[in-house]
């Protein structure tokens, strides 16, 4: 009990993908990597695999996924993504990478020893390691995409001037804790010739922005509620991630009993938190129809004839439930199937092209 006591705190302190990793900073945790014994640190695994939304998390490190190259506009970008796979945040960053057909490695980060980011101070995910002539590392997903984005639009700044654009700024969370946050970081740094033609009107920022700040600050909190709404969902999320993990056989039964019944109270606690309904499948179903209907029906994407930002952000966030019960009650009670779907589509198309 003392171990899921421990995996309990630490996912309490952090929202949804409870790592202290997502790519913001919600809370204190210092703990992914540290405590315990060997059975405490692989519940912790397996607990923050799956609250990165209930998708499978390799518990060995998945290395150096290579995706294809592509011709870059901005000239030659080197980039490496290190990640949880079934993290929003990350699974956020890929979509934009996927989409703008730009080649990337993975190095999947094992979430308790963390030994993949040890040379970073930064102690969270996504990170990305960019060398476009010179080396730099950016943080914060929302910072990855505006700054990568920025500098395939602009020709005028290299990409350390740009990132330079996006200042942490020191602050404390709810739990009393200092943490970093971005307070620019949905802004894209164009100048006035830049943005006229990326942004006709004006609104079109504003409501790309105002979405993507939605789905960092109100989405992400509705996916672990659902995953881990009942033991029943619960434990099918954790025996998801035994299956497909690399687990020993005492280890993986300790991990997927354990904590499911630690990650079905963590939930309670997060939907207490987020002053959700009873039934959070009320919440998730009002939050992806109030997405479908700002998309409206006479746009194919929030951005129009091809997604913006905001799409992809929304659809990073949703896909990691993909396989669990949540997401298949999603696309039967609400609207947002042809929308996901032309999303899927959309970026599935974008790979072929590379």
Same mark, same amino acid.
């Given at each position: 009990m003392a171990a899921a006591g421990r995996a309990w705190k630490a996912a309490v302190l952090l929202p949804p993908w409870w790592l202290r990793a997502p790519g913001r900073a919600y809370g204190a945790a210092a703990g992914a990597g540290g405590g315990g014994g060997?059975? !405490?640190?692989?519940?912790?695994?397996?607990?923050?695999?799956? !609250?990165?939304?209930?998708?499978?998390?390799?518990a060995a490190r998945q &290395?150096? &996924? *290579?995706h294809s190259a592509a011709e870059l506009p901005a000239g030659s970008l080197q980039l490496t993504l290190y990640q949880y796979k079934t993290c929003p945040f990350c699974s956020k960053v890929r979509a934009f990478l996927d989409y703008h057909g730009l080649p990337y490695e993975i190095v999947e980060v094992n979430p308790i020893m963390r030994k993949e980011i040890k040379f970073s101070s930064y102690r969270k995910v996504p990170i990305l390691l960019a060398n476009a002539g010179s080396p730099l590392q950016l943080n914060d997903s929302s910072v990855i995409i505006s700054a990568i984005k920025t500098y395939?639009?602009?020709?005028?700044?290299?990409? *350390? *001037?740009?990132?330079?654009?996006?200042?942490?700024?020191?602050t404390v969370s709810e739990q009393g804790k200092e943490v970093f946050e971005y307070g620019n970081k949905y802004w894209l740094m164009l100048d006035e010739k830049e943005t006229?033609?990326?942004?006709?009107?004006? *609104?079109?920022?504003v409501e790309e922005m105002k979405w993507r +700040?939605?789905?960092?600050?109100?989405?992400?909190?509705?996916?672990?509620?659902?995953?881990? &709404?009942t033991p029943r969902e619960a434990l099918a999320s954790f025996d998801y991630i035994v299956r497909e993990g690399k687990f020993g056989t005492m280890e993986g039964l300790f991990a997927k009993y354990v904590g499911a019944v630690?990650?079905?109270?963590?939930? +309670? &606690?997060?939907k207490k938190r987020?002053?959700?309904r009873d039934d959070v499948r009320e919440d998730l179903y009002e939050a992806v129809n109030e997405w479908v209907k700002a998309v409206g029906k006479h746009r194919l994407f929030m951005g129009g004839n091809q997604p913006n930002l905001a799409d992809l952000a929304v659809y990073g966030v949703l896909r990691v439930m993909e396989g669990l019960e949540a997401f298949d009650d999603m696309m039967v009670h609400t609207k947002i199937q042809p929308w996901y779907q032309r999303m899927e589509e959309v970026i599935q198309n974008a790979a072929v092209a590379v």
């Amino acid at each position: 009990m003392a171990a899921a006591g421990r995996a309990w705190k630490a996912a309490v302190l952090l929202p949804p993908w409870w790592l202290r990793a997502p790519g913001r900073a919600y809370g204190a945790a210092a703990g992914a990597g540290g405590g315990g014994g060997g059975g !405490g640190r692989m519940l912790l695994g397996a607990a923050f695999a799956l !609250g990165g939304g209930a998708g499978l998390y390799l518990a060995a490190r998945q &290395r150096l &996924r *290579e995706h294809s190259a592509a011709e870059l506009p901005a000239g030659s970008l080197q980039l490496t993504l290190y990640q949880y796979k079934t993290c929003p945040f990350c699974s956020k960053v890929r979509a934009f990478l996927d989409y703008h057909g730009l080649p990337y490695e993975i190095v999947e980060v094992n979430p308790i020893m963390r030994k993949e980011i040890k040379f970073s101070s930064y102690r969270k995910v996504p990170i990305l390691l960019a060398n476009a002539g010179s080396p730099l590392q950016l943080n914060d997903s929302s910072v990855i995409i505006s700054a990568i984005k920025t500098y395939l639009i602009s020709k005028r700044n290299s990409l *350390e *001037e740009i990132v330079s654009f996006y200042p942490p700024m020191k602050t404390v969370s709810e739990q009393g804790k200092e943490v970093f946050e971005y307070g620019n970081k949905y802004w894209l740094m164009l100048d006035e010739k830049e943005t006229k033609r990326i942004y006709p009107v004006k *609104e079109v920022r504003v409501e790309e922005m105002k979405w993507r +700040k939605w789905a960092d600050d109100w989405l992400v909190h509705l996916i672990s509620p659902n995953v881990y &709404r009942t033991p029943r969902e619960a434990l099918a999320s954790f025996d998801y991630i035994v299956r497909e993990g690399k687990f020993g056989t005492m280890e993986g039964l300790f991990a997927k009993y354990v904590g499911a019944v630690a990650m079905f109270f963590v939930s +309670k &606690r997060l939907k207490k938190r987020h002053h959700l309904r009873d039934d959070v499948r009320e919440d998730l179903y009002e939050a992806v129809n109030e997405w479908v209907k700002a998309v409206g029906k006479h746009r194919l994407f929030m951005g129009g004839n091809q997604p913006n930002l905001a799409d992809l952000a929304v659809y990073g966030v949703l896909r990691v439930m993909e396989g669990l019960e949540a997401f298949d009650d999603m696309m039967v009670h609400t609207k947002i199937q042809p929308w996901y779907q032309r999303m899927e589509e959309v970026i599935q198309n974008a790979a072929v092209a590379v």
